[in-house]
């Protein structure tokens, strides 16, 4: 039988992957018995990539690095609160002691880092971010596809909440500044009825491209924004909350004298919002 050379290169990259799959001699004998009986070994090998790759994807996305907080051992419900730009997960868990939420609430609060990225508007300088941001206009403009990225990390520690026992009633989402953006696009989305979101010092980033889920239309919506933020102007807060308004929901809007940040009273309205959530 006369050859190709394309095919004696194909033979010879073949038998090298067969070699990688089982021991020297059983792959020359195996590649022998192929080729005798009619078969093309490279087929062979291109089915076993073939499943060697549909298992891998098949494996369960790991969840990223979080700091993990319970308020009581066995705790039914579950926090889970995004930091914002640059910060991490250390950002907001000493926030859990200054709740003071009553000792009878087990409540296990979840604080995940983001992954590092570069970020266009502090000049490709990589630091802990859910997204690019890629321009600082009034509407902001980021990188949507990393944003989908960061809400389908966040949506894992919410199965993961339920796999734990935990009803799906009783997990709060919060986030900070851009952490808000991606818990917008979480809760308002996710396939199962949650407890609440927190949007604090925030935006609705996917506003115009989210894909609502009807579980979700009546979830307890809570926005909360500095009146002299110059990071995220409280117009984004606002604009946020109409938009919801507009298309039906049901959210309550506070605003506190204070830039990009979080103060005393905000922390006693949170306290207060998540023991309403949760009671």
């Known amino acids: 039988?006369?050859?190709s050379f394309a095919h004696h290169l194909?033979?010879?990259y073949t038998f090298l992957k067969l070699m990688k799959m089982i021991n020297t001699s059983v792959a020359l004998a195996f590649f022998a018995a192929l080729m005798v009986a009619g078969i093309n070994p490279a087929a062979v090998c291109h089915a076993?990539?073939?499943i060697t790759s549909k298992k891998q994807q098949d494996k369960p996305m790991s969840l990223l690095p979080a700091i993990v907080m319970e308020t009581k051992e066995d705790p039914d419900a579950a926090i889970i609160w995004l930091h914002g730009l640059g910060a991490d997960g250390n950002d907001f868990a000493p926030i859990v002691p200054e709740l003071r939420l009553p000792e009878d609430l087990a409540i296990r609060f979840i604080f995940p880092h983001a992954p590092s990225l570069p970020?266009?508007?502090?000049?490709?300088?990589?630091?802990?971010?859910?997204?690019?941001?890629?321009?600082?206009?009034i509407d902001r403009k980021v990188d949507t596809k990393q944003l989908m990225m960061s809400a389908a990390a966040i949506e894992a520690f919410?199965?993961?909440?339920?796999k734990k026992g935990i009803k799906s009633e009783r997990i709060l989402l919060a986030g900070f500044s851009q952490g808000g953006a991606v818990a917008y696009q979480v809760a308002l989305s996710f396939h199962k009825s949650l407890g609440g979101l927190l949007a604090m010092s925030s935006y609705f980033a996917t506003a115009d491209i989210i894909e609502l889920n009807a579980e979700n239309s009546g979830i307890n919506i809570e926005i909360q924004h500095g009146s002299y933020d110059p990071v995220?102007?409280?117009n984004l807060g606002k604009q946020a909350f109409n938009h919801l308004k507009n298309i039906g929901y049901q959210a309550n809007y506070r605003t506190y004298p204070m830039e990009h940040s979080?103060?005393?009273e905000q922390i006693g309205d949170i306290s207060r919002w998540i023991q309403e959530r949760l009671r």
């Open 262 to 264: 979080v103060c005393a």
């Open 158 to 162: 919410v199965e993961e909440e339920l």
């Open 232 to 234: 995220v102007p409280e």
């Open 10 to 12: 194909e033979l010879h």
């Open 119 to 137: 970020v266009t508007i502090n000049g490709g300088f990589v630091m802990p971010a859910w997204y690019d941001i890629l321009e600082m206009q």
């Open 1 to 3: 039988m006369v050859c």
């Open 48 to 50: 076993e990539t073939e």
